[in-house]
């Protein structure tokens, strides 16, 4: 049986924290937040709402599970405007996601994982024009689904922020 807490740290996660299911709650709020379009991704790829499902699928696709781990890459930065540092560190967070998802995958497990950040798997997506490329590797970001990241780190004694001098990605698993 694998162990999603050792293999998520093997693929280069910083932490890889008990997640407790019951305490996930799916907030209206946060999808209003995502209607804002501050990250700039709302109706522009099947990973996101509107076209990733309502808050209650997620809730109950959630239900279906009953552990969980909350996942970060927390990588260094000169200060809070340092947007090169970040970007790299999104983007060794995705490499990770990938290459821990894919492992789950290809050996079988049953599991939902929730990204740090929109799909950018496709240099262009196909929404809303034509199916998902990856349908198999589609997963939605934590936000997506209505969770308040924070929160979910703060309920579950997990640190959300480490300084202005690190940036933290948080996404997270659940499985059986
Ligand atoms: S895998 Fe490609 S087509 Fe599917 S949501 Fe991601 S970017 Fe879009």
Same mark, same amino acid.
């Given at each position: 049986?694998?162990? %999603?807490?050792?293999?998520?740290?093997?693929? +280069? %996660?910083?932490?890889?924290?008990?997640?407790?299911?019951?305490?996930?709650?799916? #907030?209206? /709020?946060?999808?209003?937040?995502?209607?804002? /379009?501050? $990250?700039?991704?709302? +109706?522009?790829?099947?990973?996101?709402?509107?076209? =990733?499902?309502?808050?209650?699928?997620?809730?109950?696709?959630?239900?279906?599970?009953?552990?969980? #781990?909350?996942?970060?890459?927390?990588? *260094?930065?000169?200060?809070?405007?340092?947007? *090169?540092?970040?970007?790299?560190?999104?983007?060794?967070?995705?490499?990770?996601?990938?290459?821990?998802?894919?492992?789950?995958?290809?050996? +079988?497990?049953?599991?939902?994982?929730?990204?740090?950040?929109?799909?950018?798997? $496709?240099?262009? $997506?196909?929404?809303? /024009?034509?199916? =998902?490329?990856?349908? *198999?590797?589609?997963?939605?970001?934590?936000?997506?689904?209505?969770?308040?990241?924070?929160?979910? =780190?703060?309920?579950?004694?997990?640190?959300?922020?480490?300084?202005?001098?690190?940036?933290?990605?948080?996404?997270?698993? #659940?499985?059986?």
């Amino acid at each position: 049986m694998t162990d %999603f807490r050792s293999l998520a740290l093997e693929c +280069g %996660f910083t932490t890889a924290e008990k997640l407790d299911v019951s305490t996930l709650k799916f #907030l209206s /709020d946060v999808r209003s937040m995502c209607a804002a /379009d501050r $990250c700039m991704s709302y +109706g522009k790829t099947w990973s996101c709402p509107p076209a =990733c499902g309502e808050l209650d699928y997620w809730e109950e696709r959630c239900k279906a599970f009953s552990k969980g #781990l909350i996942l970060q890459t927390v990588g *260094e930065r000169e200060d809070s405007y340092d947007f *090169e540092a970040m970007m790299e560190v999104a983007e060794e967070n995705k490499k990770q996601f990938e290459r821990y998802t894919d492992i789950l995958r290809e050996k +079988g497990e049953d599991f939902l994982a929730m990204s740090a950040g929109t799909c950018t798997r $496709c240099e262009k $997506c196909t929404y809303p /024009d034509a199916p =998902c490329r990856f349908p *198999e590797k589609l997963y939605p970001s934590m936000e997506a689904c209505g969770l308040f990241v924070s929160g979910v =780190c703060m309920d579950n004694g997990v640190k959300y922020y480490y300084g202005d001098d690190k940036i933290a990605y948080t996404c997270c698993i #659940l499985f059986n």
